[in-house]
């Protein structure tokens, strides 16, 4: 079985439709057929109704600035109204010129994925075989080639429409169902939200580290000294959030998170969202969250954990900006660092 790393693998499970009309073979008619897919003469129409709307949902990718992370991966079959006596062939194509429609009625915002991505429709068919209501094979879809330059949108949308039809003047596409949009939401940012387990990697002993802040800090390296009564605390505004600084006086690799440990166990003090940085020279500033992120609480209810999806190569500063929290009282009892 070929694995992915945080796949999103989806499945579309097909709506069969079918009419009542006079004059029909009832044997070989979908009778599970909705109100607009009534055969006209001769005519029939081939269609895809694979999940509500026709909209493939749930794929996430994370751009850390490193790489981007997650695989996008869905198939499903086309059907027909009538059965017919020969192969009906169904080929399918991208049609960007729909993403104005799909914003429109969903009120979206999605955007075609930039040039250097590339999505494989792989045989770009089905076959609908004689005899039968639907295809018997499927469209796989894989989409490939993100790059950290290219994925800035924050969702993304693909149409494939069903391009082409064998049987000409017997069979044509359906006018409603004939398209499926393959939605992908994608998160610019290198700390993982709401984490709520310690950093992997081993804790580094960080006892030669200096804070600083852009506000009134008591005994800012109070966090360093892995005392359980001593602590650094400060005084949170929304006019002006407070901006840590910690120098950690030489560079360090392979980061591959950092934690802070609150004077009490319970979550009346938590910190809520903030914005994290790093830099080798305390001048120019890598965002590892743009907008900022949520954070979350571990099991102790005390230590709050910022994770990088992919680890920091080298940075000797480490800047968190406090942008939310539950009680404007802030304290730090013990600051961990993490590294493979």
């Known amino acids: 079985m070929r694995k992915t790393y945080n ?15 006079t004059g029909c073979d009832y044997d070989r008619i979908d009778p599970g057929k909705p109100e607009w897919a009534v055969p006209s003469g001769d005519r ?28 996008v ?49 792989g045989t770009g068919k089905t076959l609908i075989p004689a005899g039968s209501l639907t295809s018997a094979d499927t469209l796989r879809i894989n989409v490939s080639g993100f ?16 391009a082409s039809v064998t049987r000409t003047g017997k069979v044509e596409a359906s006018e409603t169902f004939n398209t499926v949009y393959i939605l992908i939401n994608n998160t610019v940012g290198n700390v993982i939200a709401s984490r709520t387990t310690i950093p992997p990697g081993t804790s580094y002993a960080v006892t030669s580290f200096t804070a600083s802040c852009n506000v009134a800090i008591n005994n800012p390296n109070n966090m360093f000294t892995a005392s359980t009564t001593q602590y650094t ?27 802070f440990n609150n004077r009490t166990s319970n979550q ?26 949520t954070l979350g609480v571990n099991s102790d209810n005390s230590t709050q954990s910022i994770a990088f999806r992919d680890p920091i190569p080298a940075a000797q500063y480490l800047k968190v900006i406090i942008k939310g929290w539950n009680n404007a009282a802030l304290s730090i009892r013990n600051f961990y660092l993490y590294t493979n």
């Not at 796949?7 to 009309?21: D, E, M, P, W, Y």
């Not at 129409?45 to 994370?62: E, K, M, Q, W």
């Not at 027909?80 to 979206?108: H, M, P, W």
């Open 268 to 293: 009346a003090r938590l910190w809520t969202t903030v914005d994290v940085y790093t830099s080798s020279d305390n001048v120019d500033w890598v965002s590892q969250s743009p907008g900022g992120v």
């Open 44 to 71: 029939d129409f081939v269609y895809v109704h694979a999940r509500t709307d026709n909209i493939f949902s749930g794929y996430n990718l994370y751009n850390t600035g490193y790489s981007v992370h997650g695989n």
């Open 233 to 259: 605390t400060l005084t949170a505004s929304a006019a002006t959030p407070p901006e840590i600084v910690i120098d950690m006086q030489s560079e360090q690799t392979d980061i591959t998170g950092v934690a």
């Open 7 to 21: 796949s999103c693998r989806l499945l579309a499970a097909v709506l069969l439709a079918g009419a009542i009309t």
């Open 147 to 162: 790059t950290p330059a290219s994925m800035t949108g924050r969702s993304y949308v693909i149409p494939v429409k069903i």
């Open 73 to 121: 991966e869905a198939e499903f079959q086309s059907s027909i109204l009538r059965a017919q006596e020969v192969d009906v062939e169904v080929g399918f194509a991208v049609d960007n010129s729909l993403i104005e429609t799909y914003n429109k009625r969903y009120g979206a915002t999605a955007v075609a994925l930039p040039p250097s991505v590339t999505v494989d429709l």
